[in-house]
């Protein structure tokens, strides 16, 4: 699989123009720091701007994995789902596809692992647990490994939950500061296939959005965090700094209506691993 630290271009949807100033912040610090960045066709509408969830996994450099994208969350709200099939089209993408239903928020790659939520048996209830777990570790051609879902997140996504850093390292989001019981069921499922390092901080209360910080936008050169204007954001930049020194980390101003409606910057971007030619390297 395409890992997030590999990446070279990111698609926004274009319903993302409903949500000033954290577009032109973003366009802004993309095309400052040289990242390859367009619009997904077809997504005018501020109720696609959820392009993570309905975009297919990379595995590959030309193979895409398409899901199908019709979680429970959004029975009776299907206007909130575009015509994903047509986008892929539209894009030329070489797509496998599957009939399990996903949301891409809730596929963290880890090189030779995947994480996920429970919530893939509630959404597939129609598959047996074995049989869906062996066909998603084909598919991947990764280990599978799956946490609880939090149900304060109505979604079951992990990306707010765990992120990958490198090698057999992930990074927890800072449970320890308002989910004592279930840092500890985190804790010990990932830490039988990983090194955690988690976020903290150390604050007498912490904001409720700061969950928001580990749902940055990841590419090969950079880190996009989400600014909230809270106490927390410079604490959460240098902290995602020094667990990854190979990207420069930035924070996006201007996030918080996006983190009120449900997401951040990994839930309204799609990137990839774009061919570049030996022109565009240097």
């Not at 390859?36 to 030309?62: C, G």
């Not at 991947?140 to 992990?158: C, K, N, S, T």
């Not at 039988?192 to 903290?200: G, M, R, S």
């Not at 209360?205 to 600014?227: D, R």
């Amino acid at each position: 699989m395409i890992i997030d630290s590999r990446t070279n271009k990111v698609y926004l949807a274009q319903g993302l123009l409903h949500y000033m100033p954290a577009y032109l912040n973003l366009l802004k610090a993309l095309t400052t720091e040289g990242i390859n960045n367009a619009f997904l066709p077809l997504t005018e509408s501020v109720k696609h701007i959820w392009a993570r969830d309905y975009m297919p996994i990379q595995l590959e450099q030309n193979i895409f994995l398409q899901y199908r994208y019709q979680p429970d969350y959004l029975k009776g709200f299907e206007d909130y789902i575009p015509n994903y099939d047509f986008i892929c089209k539209k894009l030329k993408l070489n797509c496998i596809k599957t009939d399990i239903i996903l949301d891409g928020g809730n596929v963290i790659k880890c090189g030779n692992k995947v994480i996920m939520t429970d919530k893939i048996f509630q959404e597939n209830f129609h598959k047996e647990k074995n049989d869906l777990i062996k066909e998603l570790e084909e598919l991947f051609q990764a280990e599978l490994v799956l946490i609880p879902w939090d149900r304060y997140e109505m979604y079951g996504h992990a990306d707010g939950m765990v992120r990958y850093i490198r090698g057999n390292i992930v990074l927890l989001n800072n449970y320890v500061d308002f989910d004592k019981n279930l840092r500890q069921h985190l804790l010990e499922i990932l830490s039988a296939h990983f090194i955690v390092e988690e976020l903290e901080y150390e604050l007498p209360l912490s904001s409720k959005m700061s969950w928001a910080y580990l749902n940055f936008l990841q590419t090969e050169k950079c880190i996009f965090v989400p600014g909230l204007s809270c106490k927390e954001d410079q604490k959460a930049v240098e902290q995602i700094q020094q667990l990854y020194p190979q990207q420069k980390v930035i924070l996006i101003e201007g996030c918080r209506d996006i983190v009120k409606d449900g997401g951040a910057l990994n839930c309204i971007s799609w990137n990839i691993l774009e061919e570049t030619s030996d022109k565009q390297r240097q």
